[in-house]
């Protein structure tokens, strides 16, 4: 699985949000690098959790920010957002019964959605 790095192509016309999808992808290169390489058998739960933790707070500012500019598809990308929460957790339990492919599958979705959800749904808020 490919590191994701921060590129200004990522950055929409917000500087919160920017210095919070960065944080969401170091997050979640942690993660790629714990369930790869395994140097503690519990670190890669910690790393969901903490994944899981940041995405929530993100979400939420990101949808006071669509609220506050009037943003008239904040239900459809809200419910994207609950979407990827939920994979989150399914990663959780895959992790917690140690299936490591199937994670590994779960981890590359969810790498290329947050990619695909900043590129094309988050860059609509603030054109």
Known sequence: MPRIDWSEMY????QVINSQ???LF???NR???DVTGK???RSYIIAVERLW????????EEERLMAEVGFTEIYRHTQEHRLFTQKLTHLKELLELDQTERSKE???F????????IMIEDKKILP
């Open 39 to 41: 140097d503690d058998e």
């Open 26 to 28: 170091s997050i979640l």
């Open 106 to 108: 779960l981890i590359e």
């Open 21 to 23: 999808h960065k944080k």
């Open 11 to 14: 950055a929409i016309n917000n």
């Open 110 to 117: 969810l790498s290329n959605w947050i990619l695909q959800h």
């Open 53 to 60: 933790s940041y995405a929530n707070y993100h979400f939420l």
């Open 31 to 33: 993660l790629q690098h």
